[in-house]
């Protein structure tokens, strides 16, 4: 059974961080691009970072609002893709998603959802005093 499933999600002040990590089963993670979305209440999913296939070299992209604060890399003995999270704001707040993307001929940093194979089923991040 083909599987990602994300942790790590929680309640963090304002400057905090957190660790999410995206597990895969059933398949080898570094053969695909992996996208992290997140979606908060009455907005629509965005992208916030991904990594292309380990063939593809591993290329990170972070969209402008997490740049400096974000960090995506992978764990392919674990077959586990990680965002290290800093300097946590509020408006970093929703349900954070991992999904997979087969990057031959597309770029994961175009962040379009329907081109991404394999979703988790998220894992809550809250930032709030």
């Known amino acids: 059974q083909l599987q990602l499933v994300e942790s790590g999600g929680g309640l963090v002040q304002p400057g905090g961080s957190l660790r999410l990590s995206c597990a895969a089963s059933?398949?080898?993670?570094?053969?695909?691009?992996v996208g992290w979305f997140r979606q908060a209440p009455g907005k629509e999913r965005e992208g916030v970072s991904c990594?292309?296939?380990?063939?593809?070299?591993?290329?990170?992209d972070y969209v402008d609002s997490v740049k400096g604060r974000f960090t995506i890399s992978r764990d392919n003995a674990k077959n586990t893709v990680y965002l290290q999270m800093n300097s946590l704001k509020p408006e970093d707040t929703g349900v954070y998603y991992c999904a997979c993307l087969a990057d031959y001929g597309r770029f994961c940093s175009d962040y379009v959802p329907w081109e991404y194979n394999y979703w988790g089923q998220g894992t809550q991040v809250t930032v709030s005093s």
């Open positions: 990594i292309t296939s380990s063939g593809r070299g591993n290329y990170a």
């Open positions: 059933g398949f080898t993670l570094d053969s695909y691009a």
